[in-house]
């Protein structure tokens, strides 16, 4: 099941840019074991988290990457890929479109990782975020919870020094 994840995410870090990073990254505590990144489509989230992976991990098999649209999701639970992924040496799981997850317990899922596997750290992007914290399931955790929300949209970007996203 990981070496598919694996290489998904070594070609995704491959094919982002790092020449320009989103001032958002330098404002999350990256050390939290758990952060949630919201917001619409198209303002970088999914580029924010794969420029972090690669410039923090680069091909390192402690952090993995998966997009919760996947059709692997549909038979395999974010759950149980996350204690494979420890039980191998995991330690940061980037989750992208957490919101697309074909079950509706995305949010039960992260906080039984949470709970469950205290050493593992998860990052985790969508644009239902916001539900996560309002969510009974995290009530007692808001605290440990980091939310973060970009601010510029792509065409923002765009501007900067003639750089896209």
Excluded at 27 to 33: C, G, S
Excluded at 86 to 97: F, Q
Excluded at 136 to 160: D, I, M, V
Aim: aromatic residues 10%.
């Amino acid at each position: 099941m990981l070496d598919l994840l694996y290489q998904q995410t070594f070609a995704a870090i491959s094919a982002v840019r790092s020449t320009y990073t989103r001032e958002l990254h330098n404002q999350i505590d990256w050390n939290n074991r758990l952060i949630g990144i919201r917001g619409p489509r198209g303002v970088g989230k999914t580029t924010l988290l794969l420029q972090h992976l690669k410039n923090n991990h680069g091909r390192s098999r402690e952090a993995l990457y998966a997009t919760l649209d996947d059709f692997f999701f549909t038979e395999t639970r974010v759950i149980d890929l996350a204690r494979e992924f420890h039980a191998k040496g995991g330690k940061v799981l980037y989750l992208d479109e957490v919101h697309k997850y074909p079950h509706s317990s995305w949010a039960q899922e992260i906080k039984n990782i949470y709970d469950l596997i205290p050493s593992l750290k998860v990052v985790f992007t969508g644009s239902s975020v916001l539900k996560t914290r309002e969510s009974a399931t995290c009530k007692n955790r808001k605290n440990l919870f980091g939310e973060h929300k970009p601010h510029l949209c792509s065409s923002s970007y765009q501007g900067k020094q003639g750089q896209s996203p």
